[in-house]
């Protein structure tokens, strides 16, 4: 008899990572409803983690202390390195997942695309540009790298695309929506069955 939904264990995850240049802490829950506390030191980062997490719906605590007097690549590298890795410790085996999820995002005149599959392949294809360097210290260029740590850490397909759009705190929110609801749709538990052929992702 296929395992009920409603028997799936609770999906949350606490990891921290400490290292010279960060301390970081994430705690969530995947079924949960977007609550959000986060503090990274940089607000519009926090801004774009809190969308992330209000827009997959899962709830995030996250704490970073990083050497900002420096720049801002180590805590933008290293908290998506820890989100990677406490999403995919909450997945668990990945059993009765959606695996797959997609979105099409309009904020304004700006529109993004999102996909994802958690595979347990790491890859991102990404294609935006942005018309000014930083907002309010935190680096256009940390963008790309934000996704490509959580890509590589998640162990997922993501695919992030600026459609069209001119203003560019309007187009990285678009992203980070994007990515969201990608996200939302693919970590939803939709059977009690391993979401591949191979019997195991």
Known sequence: MAESISSIEARI???SRKTKETDITVELNLDGQG????????PFFDHMLESLSK???IDMSISCKGDLPIDDHHSVEDVAIVIGQAI???????KGIERYGWALIPMDETLARGAIDLSGRSVLIYNASFGRPEINGFSMEMVEHFFISLAEHLKANIHLEI???KNTHHKVEALFK???VSLRLAVKITSGQ????????
């Not at 609550?35 to 940089?42: M, Q, W």
């Not at 995919?88 to 990945?94: P, Q, S």
């Open 55 to 57: 827009h997959s719906r």
């Open 178 to 180: 994007a990515l969201a």
């Open 13 to 15: 995850a606490k990891v």
């Open 35 to 42: 609550n959000y506390d986060i503090h990274t030191g940089l």
């Open 163 to 165: 459609c069209y759009g």
């Open 194 to 201: 391993m979401p591949s052929t191979k019997g195991v992702i």
């Open 88 to 94: 995919l410790k909450a997945l668990g085996d990945k």
